[in-house]
């Protein structure tokens, strides 16, 4: 399986600030994803970002509040803008598996706003 | 649309079998996955069912799959402390390019 690293792996933020978050693979992938799980919750599907195009976002989310990059096959970060104490999560990413039947997780990124 | 339920909380004895359960709404979900969640790392994926197969063994794991029924369950043999954690069941239609449903976990905890 991939190597995934994410950084920060925490972070305590203001409200009215932005966090990036940056997702590094040890190999290259077509599709990365970003997940959030909110506390006692499970995961939620952020959007999926594919290297060359914009992201796609589920329903819910904008990209006004998570905008994405993906500048290379190896690399990708998801911004939270603005934000509220609402958006104290745990952020994942993820990228598909070698044989692209499963996908496999960073450690996340552990975000609390005050 | 897609939906995944499991129980919130298993708790067994070290050395006896767990069976964690699942059950998906899903009748276009082609693979079934077991995620483990242990506290205060990511997610690490287990073991996965494609959904013409009807069980799946992995060392102490064993996964069944009741296609008709929408049911999956997860069963760990000789359980030890160390299973102690979360246990996420997830659906894909078409595995690891789109999205992955995850349900709420199964917090598993092990009595010495």
């Known amino acids: 399986s991939a190597v995934i690293s994410q950084k920060p792996s925490r972070d305590i933020c203001q409200r009215g600030t932005s966090l990036t978050i940056q997702c590094q693979v040890d190999s290259q992938v077509t599709m990365m994803f970003w997940y959030r799980q909110q506390p006692g919750q499970s995961l939620t599907l952020i959007a999926t970002a594919n290297q060359g195009s914009e992201a796609t976002y589920e329903s819910g989310f904008v990209i006004d509040k998570f905008p994405i990059s993906r500048p290379n096959l190896t690399f990708s970060t998801l911004t939270v803008s603005n934000m509220s104490p609402e958006d104290s999560s745990i952020y994942l990413c993820?990228?598909?598996?070698?044989?692209?039947?499963?996908?496999?997780f960073g450690p996340g990124t552990r975000l609390l706003v005050l | 649309g897609e939906d995944v339920e499991q129980s919130l909380f298993l708790s067994v004895r070290e050395g006896d079998s767990s069976v964690i359960n699942c059950t998906y709404t899903d009748s276009s979900s082609t693979y079934l996955y077991w995620y483990k969640q242990e506290p205060g790392a990511g997610l690490q994926l287990l073991t996965y069912?494609?959904?013409?197969?009807d069980m799946k063994q992995d060392q102490r794991l064993t996964v069944l799959l009741n296609k008709k029924d929408k049911h999956l369950s997860l069963r760990i043999a000789d359980t030890q402390t160390g299973d102690s954690a979360i246990y996420f069941c997830a659906e894909s239609k078409t595995g690891g390019y789109q999205k992955v449903t995850f349900g709420i976990g199964t917090k598993l905890q092990v009595i010495p």
């Open positions: 069912i494609f959904s013409n197969m």
């Open positions: 993820s990228v598909e598996g070698l044989t692209q039947e499963t996908q496999y």
